[in-house]
């Protein structure tokens, strides 16, 4: 099986005994029917959470597009927020800049935390994986209290029918 190493000894470490981390931002893995991607906690800069979180999905999604994915492959994400910002403010901050991203029914699963991040300045750092099939995605989306079964486009149509 064929694994590709993405940023290996990405980041910076102050240590006598190392010269760099040791740790790569992602890890691809290749199947028979699909590429399983997996990338670490990443942050990218910013004087806001939106901006950050903006910039940090930038990167996931051209680490995917270097893998021959797209936002579309992402199928969880767990989000680690800073505890002192986090609120439902914050929170609804962060889904307006995801939906920049992810179009209906393609959206992942999800988790948010707070949580005490590394860096100064860092007030978001996200977790993906995504697994790119080979052919295309057949989507369907299970939704409503009947959790009825749509294809990907009635499920579009049903989601964005609020807006």
Do not use: C
């Amino acid at each position: 099986m064929q694994k590709t190493v993405l940023g290996p000894g990405f980041g910076e470490v102050d240590s006598d005994e190392i010269d760099h981390a040791r740790f790569s931002f992602g890890v691809a893995t290749d199947h028979p029917d699909h590429k399983r991607v997996v990338l670490s906690g990443l942050a990218a800069d910013g004087e806001t959470v939106g901006e950050q979180t903006r910039e940090t999905l930038e990167l996931v999604e051209r680490t995917l597009a270097d893998v021959g994915g797209s936002m579309d492959d992402l199928v969880t994400m767990r989000w680690f927020v800073d505890s002192s910002i986090l609120s439902r403010e914050t929170q609804t901050r962060l889904h307006e800049v995801r939906a920049e991203f992810f179009d209906p029914p393609h959206y992942p699963a999800s988790t948010m935390v707070g949580a005490e991040l590394l860096g100064d300045d860092v007030l978001v750092e996200i977790e993906a994986e995504a697994e790119v099939p080979n052919d295309e995605w057949k989507t369907t989306a299970i939704v409503g209290r009947d959790h009825e079964e749509l294809t990907a486009s009635e499920a579009r149509e049903l989601l964005l029918e609020d807006e």
